[in-house]
């Protein structure tokens, strides 16, 4: 056995989501970290061992331009080009590359942490932690200012003393109508996933002794069960809710397999099922953990904050995850094996629940976060983790960069680094001093004034409402749609303000029109509309059924536009939720055909506002045709050394579900393929940088020389498929600037 002490500035221990991006974000900003993992591989209940699919705010669609962004926005990208049929083992050379491509880390995977030394409590917090390396037999302490607890049990700092909950808190707590009306110890239990195959030959099955005869369960009447079906079909097959999901770990593992192998049994045997050529091809051996400790921070996030969308002033990530809560007898409950409440978009998650309360130098990302159990019910989600872990990750580098505590950390300051690093923070602008771009002055060779679909491919029947989002930037008027009428009728048509900028439902109805529509096809309807609102955002129409009436599709997205069916409220649903009434049911890449009047929506400027993702409106700068180039001009010559070009990954994208989910295309349409950076000295232009390929959204030019320029230009040759350049941002800074 060897003994050893390694020295970091940051130790992350967890090697999930939530720790990798933790790692990522805090080595890119200049320090050295320790990436501290008990697995082979990266990715926890993501990785090959786990595969449970990575679900985020996009909440499988219903939440709109909502995919999450920042590292785990690279990730998804990436994955979508390397790995379209979604398999596990790429997913987990995926991350382990991205961890790898930073020097400041050093991972250590197979290390168990085990041991928590602290100095004085309430002073110094955590001065190591070790761990012992299995199969190498290293016992390792780890020595760092600052330590992450990502390991979503809470081990660390359950081991460093910090306060923590388990279970339910009683309504009375905080007030939340989820809640039990007492507490408990109760949490979501485990889950262990499978896949099967067609082997092209008959299989036969012979189950183990342990094979749990589910006839006797209530299993296959409360349950789906189909022959085709494996993976994330099966999260059902959960069990441990009443145990203590870390302790009982191997029982829960036990039982859980016994149903597995019933199920296929069940499935093979029964004679229930056309099965005979179907075989098993994995079986997960490691139960996917949904909830143990949760570490109490400075502030608590509550049901209340989450449906309610509290505009937090130190947010640093976001969720949009349903509320979904499971009964506690798992896959053996009566009832449904899910109780999900959505809020009407996105919400926040404030800094104040990213740090120990009383642990000063421990921040946490992932599952154990400081919230309620009704909030983790959504804030547990690893897409949501890792955005989380990118900030607390940021939080940890400039806590050990200053010497400073996180509780003593400025949000603003985490704000600006998150936002420079092309983290994403709802609805906050990034303000940055550094950033030359700031006092330019941007024009274009051509931009998008008007939204145009005209070409027709399909009809649409407005057998239920439709829903239209398009931008009202700095009015919305002239809108028409492309329409047969199967006779003499009225077409009703509703403008709804939807209030919150990261929303996209109808919340509050500004005006209605009735417009007489006579028989015929192919006719341009104007729908009479003139909204002009006190700042720019989005307005949703909603066309209301009509069975005499078919709208025209055009099989393409159109910039800044979302289309929508509402689909009836289920009798379960408690009241209305508008945002589960509206899917895009097929409609995602495609867009109602319509025209609307002058829009200043895609302008050059809004390249240079600060917004990173849409809010109220695209953010963007798009150009009516390719090539084109965007321009930013300076009163007097300044001196740059770096460019940053942000391009559209288009967040309305569902990228998430990384081991089923394939889209058409392996590089999002919408992002920049071929483009080059030009300066302008002396009244001539002078390239400095170009990019052929490309497949990411952020790309960082470092010049090879600085150079004076009163000028700079990016110009965009080609995209990935989208007819015209998306351009999200661009940023040009001094020499030697540490960011």
Not at 5 to 12: A, G, K, L, N
Not at 68 to 93: H, K
Not at 386 to 391: E, L, S
Not at 629 to 638: C, I, Q, T
Request: aromatic residues 8%.
């Amino acid at each position: 056995m060897r003994q050893e002490t390694v020295r970091h500035d940051i130790t992350v221990v967890g090697g999930g989501l939530a720790g990798v991006c933790a790692a990522i974000a805090a080595a890119r900003l200049g320090r050295t970290v320790a990436l501290v993992g008990n697995r082979p591989v990266l990715g926890g209940n993501s990785s090959s061992e786990v595969r449970v699919w990575v679900c985020g705010a996009t909440g499988h669609g219903k939440n709109h331009h909502a995919r999450e962004g920042g590292i785990m926005g690279e990730l998804l990208v990436e994955n979508q080009y390397r790995n379209p049929l979604g398999n596990p083992y790429f997913w987990d050379t995926t991350v382990l590359d991205a961890v790898r491509a930073e020097p400041g880390i050093s991972l250590y995977l197979n290390t168990d942490v085990r041991h928590v030394d602290t100095g004085l409590p309430g002073e110094d917090g955590i001065t190591s932690v070790t761990g012992w390396m299995m199969g190498s037999e290293r016992l390792i302490t780890f020595e760092s200012a600052m330590f992450l607890d990502c390991t979503g049990d809470g081990l660390i700092g359950h081991l460093a003393g910090a306060r923590y909950r388990i279970g339910r808190e009683g309504r009375a707590e905080y007030g939340e109508p989820w809640a039990p009306d007492e507490p408990d110890d109760i949490t979501l239990g485990s889950t262990l996933l499978f896949y099967t195959k067609d082997a092209g030959e008959p299989v036969r099955y012979v189950p183990p002794g342990f094979a749990k005869d589910i006839t006797t369960t209530s299993i296959p009447e409360r349950r789906i069960i189909k022959a085709g079906d494996n993976g994330c079909a099966y999260w059902w097959i959960e069990f441990g809710g009443e145990l203590d999901t870390v302790h009982d770990n191997d029982r829960i593992r036990d039982e859980l397999w016994s149903v597995v192998y019933g199920i296929w049994d069940h499935i093979k045997n029964s004679g229930k099922f056309d099965a005979d050529t179907m075989t098993l091809e994995w079986v997960g051996a490691l139960p996917g953990k949904r909830e143990y400790r949760r570490l109490l921070g400075d502030y608590v996030l509550t049901q209340h904050d989450v449906l309610g969308q509290t505009p937090f002033e130190d947010r640093v990530a976001f969720g949009g995850w349903s509320i979904d809560l499971h009964p506690p007898q798992g896959m053996y409950a009566t009832e449904a094996g899910a109780r999900q409440r959505y809020a009407d978009g996105v919400y926040h998650v404030p800094y104040r629940s990213l740090y120990s309360v009383n642990v000063p130098n421990l921040l946490m990302a992932g599952r154990n976060i400081s919230a309620s159990h009704v909030a983790f019910g959504s804030t547990r989600v690893m897409a949501t983790c890792a955005t989380i872990g990118q900030a607390a990750g940021t939080a940890a580098a400039l806590c050990a960069e200053h010497g400073a505590r996180p509780r003593d950390l400025p949000a603003a300051d985490l704000q600006r680094t998150l936002l420079r690093e092309d983290a994403s923070i709802v609805g906050l602008r990034l303000d940055d001093p550094a950033d030359l771009a700031g006092a330019a002055t941007a024009s274009a060779s051509g931009t998008l004034a008007r939204l145009v679909v005209d070409e027709p491919a399909d009809l649409w029947p407005l057998d239920a409402d439709a829903g239209l989002v398009l931008p009202a930037d700095p009015a919305l008027d002239g809108v028409r749609l492309l329409l047969d009428a199967g006779g003499d009728t009225t077409l009703t048509v509703e403008l709804h303000d939807p209030v919150l900028g990261q929303n996209y439902v109808p919340r509050e109805l500004v005006t209605t029109r009735a417009i007489p529509l006579p028989a015929g096809d192919k006719q341009w309807v104007d729908l009479g509309l003139d909204w002009r609102p006190d700042t720019p955002r989005n307005a949703f129409l909603v066309i209301k059924a009509n069975p005499l009436v078919r709208l025209h599709v055009a099989d393409r997205p159109a910039p800044g536009v979302l289309c929508f069916t509402r689909v009836p409220l289920r009798p379960q649903d408690e009241r209305p939720q508008p945002l589960r009434e509206w899917t895009d049911a097929g409609l995602l890449r495609r867009t109602f055909c319509l025209e609307t009047g002058d829009t200043e929506a895609f302008a050059p400027g809004k390249a240079l506002d600060g917004y990173q993702r849409p809010y109220a409106g695209p953010h963007m700068w798009v150009s009516a045709t390719v090539p084109a180039a965007l321009e930013l001009a300076w009163a007097e010559p300044v001196t740059i050394g770096r460019v940053e070009v942000i391009a559209d990954d288009d967040v309305n994208e569902d990228l998430i579900n990384l081991h089923h989910h394939r889209t058409p295309f392996e590089v999002l349409p919408t992002l920049l393929r071929d483009y080059r950076v030009e300066v302008r000295r002396d009244g001539a232009w002078h390239p400095v940088a170009e990019t052929r390929g490309n497949r990411r959204r952020r790309n960082v030019h470092v010049l090879s020389a600085p150079v004076t320029a009163d000028a700079l230009r990016v110009v965009a040759e080609a995209t990935n498929g989208a007819p015209s350049a998306h351009v999200v941002a661009v940023r040009a800074y001094a020499p030697l600037d540490g960011r």
